[in-house]
């Protein structure tokens, strides 16, 4: 089911999450605990599923959590605990939104994230719902939700709604083991996670067998990394340019960009000089300076990169934009809600920006682009068409200055680096507070400017050929994932029909708890 079409299931259901979730134990004496046990498990997967050096515990986490949202016998329980565990989850996860834009939108913005953190945990508790009610067995329940989870993160990269914010399969870039993500994309990742989790989860009722097979595949994955040949010397040369400006004063007009990136821009000597997103608006283009650019342009109803050399050679329009930011799903029909909040939030009537189609990379004195805009940065298909297209280098134009607190910066430049490892090229990275780096074929960040300062980076790199695996074949791993959950349901609906069975969990019980 597309991701847009289980938005609109999950929000207009979200009142019954709510409410089922306020039974957490289903009559459970203790249901309290049982709350506070599941918002602790949630948020230490949160500790360790942000790319920090410890990520690799991750699997660890995700192994608790997966032994207590299974056990219960009654699918409502296990669904209830998964609601608990992944709010928490995502409450700490993207904490940086709240704490950012409450300084800049004031305090009653911050009143709309505690529902985008439960409408996000709902998807996790339908899934789970599901796998609970159609897998009769602890172990298929644990199996199930493991591969249900892979395929939950594909949905959540889909449709006008998508946001992949708090895909698990970033927590391995800290280790050799994200360089398969080459043959598989981040989702391979992923997938290497939950099943490592659901086999650690499996020795609770003494079955060793998953892990005897899992722990080879993690050796070949750790041996693939380690192996990989070195990535070719850079060869040419380009000039990132950070403006440190603050978003609101340009979005008010008080601000004068131009002058600011014209000024950087004279420290370049050759190649091609790239601004970040928005850097000007479309009354500074007649006035740009001469020289080989690739720029992040304000136009009425578009958010786009245009490269010029001394004239216009081509544009690329955002064509993954921000919901709720850049644009307003269901904007008819929900027009009196819109308006009514952005009344609340002191803000103008807001129509939105067209999304641009996936075309063709902009190329500047013979070498190919594949220019994308910041939110952009973590959907792994925008960066594989454009390297199809013919792309030897990417080029991400980011704007993270909203971002004033927490760590959303560092977020979103490290799952944009795993674009790099995907498609096997250098990724330039321009941001108007940062980060701006260059960032090689295998993940690594080769050069960087301090954030939140304005500056200038010679970046060095190679044009790149050739494709990988992941972007010929996409995300295969989620094939796998719905084969595997396929025959744990199957094998479930035939055991249903040949035999009644007793609930065989941990715990040893078959009662809701």
């Given at each position: ?423 096997r090229r250098y990724v330039l990275r321009a941001g108007n507070i940062g980060v701006t780096a260059v960032v090689d074929p295998q993940g690594w960040v080769t050069q960087a400017l301090p954030t ?62």
């Amino acid at each position: 089911m597309p991701y847009d079409i289980c938005m609109s299931v999950q929000i207009s259901s979200a009142a019954k999450m709510l409410h089922f979730g306020r039974g957490v134990g289903a009559g459970d004496a203790s249901s309290s605990w049982t709350l506070v046990v599941s918002v602790v498990l949630g948020v230490l997967l949160a500790l360790t599923a942000v790319p920090f050096a410890w990520s690799a515990l991750t699997p660890l986490a995700l192994a608790a959590l997966l032994l207590w949202v299974c056990t219960p016998a009654n699918p409502t329980a296990v669904a209830a605990r998964l609601f608990w565990s992944m709010t928490a989850f995502f409450s700490l996860h993207l904490l940086f939104l709240p704490l950012s834009f409450a300084p800049l939108f004031g305090a009653l913005s911050v009143l709309l994230f505690p529902l985008l953190f439960a409408v996000e945990g709902g998807f996790y508790a339908l899934m789970g719902y599901l796998v609970a009610l159609l897998a009769p067995t602890f172990l298929g329940r644990v199996w199930g939700v493991a591969f249900g989870w892979v395929i939950l993160e594909w949905l959540r990269h889909l449709g006008p709604f998508a946001f992949p914010w708090g895909t698990l399969g970033y927590a391995l870039l800290p280790t050799p083991l994200i360089q398969v993500a080459d043959l598989g994309g981040v989702l391979l990742a992923s997938l290497l996670i939950t099943t490592l989790a659901a086999a650690l989860a499996s020795l609770a009722v003494r079955e060793v067998r998953p892990l005897a097979l899992t722990f080879p595949v993690w050796g070949l994955a750790l041996g693939y990394g380690l192996t990989r040949p070195e990535v070719a010397p850079p060869t040419h040369r380009a000039l990132l340019v950070q403006g440190n400006l603050n978003p609101l004063d340009k979005v008010q007009g008080t601000a004068q960009p131009l002058p600011i990136y014209a000024r950087l821009s004279a420290a370049n000597t050759s190649g091609a000089v790239i601004w970040p997103e928005t850097a000007v608006t479309e009354k500074d283009v007649p006035n740009l300076p001469g020289l080989p650019l690739l720029i992040g342009v304000a136009r009425t109803g578009q958010n786009r990169i245009e490269a010029w050399d001394g004239g216009f050679r081509g544009a690329y329009d955002k064509h993954q934009l921000v919901p709720f930011g850049e644009y307003f799903p269901l904007r008819e029909p929900l027009a009196p809600l819109y308006e009514g909040v952005f009344s609340a939030l002191g803000l103008p009537s807001l129509t939105g920006l067209q999304a641009g189609q996936l075309g063709q990379p902009l190329t500047l004195r013979g070498v190919s682009y594949g220019a994308y805009v910041c939110y952009e940065s973590v959907f792994p298909t925008v960066a594989r068409q454009l390297v199809q297209g013919g792309a030897g280098v990417l080029v991400n134009a980011s704007n993270d200055g909203w971002f004033h607190a927490g760590n959303g910066v560092e977020q979103h430049f490290a799952m944009g680096r795993v674009r790099a490892i995907e498609t096997r090229r250098y990724v330039l990275r321009a941001g108007n507070i940062g980060v701006t780096a260059v960032v090689d074929p295998q993940g690594w960040v080769t050069q960087a400017l301090p954030t939140r300062r304005a500056g200038a980076l010679a970046a060095r790199y190679a044009v790149q050929e050739g494709t990988t695996w992941y972007v010929r074949l996409g995300d295969w791993p989620v094939g796998v994932a719905i084969l595997g959950l396929t025959g744990l349901l199957a094998q479930g609906i035939v055991r249903r029909a040949g035999s009644r069975l007793v609930f065989n969990a941990p715990e040893q019980h078959a009662d809701a708890t």
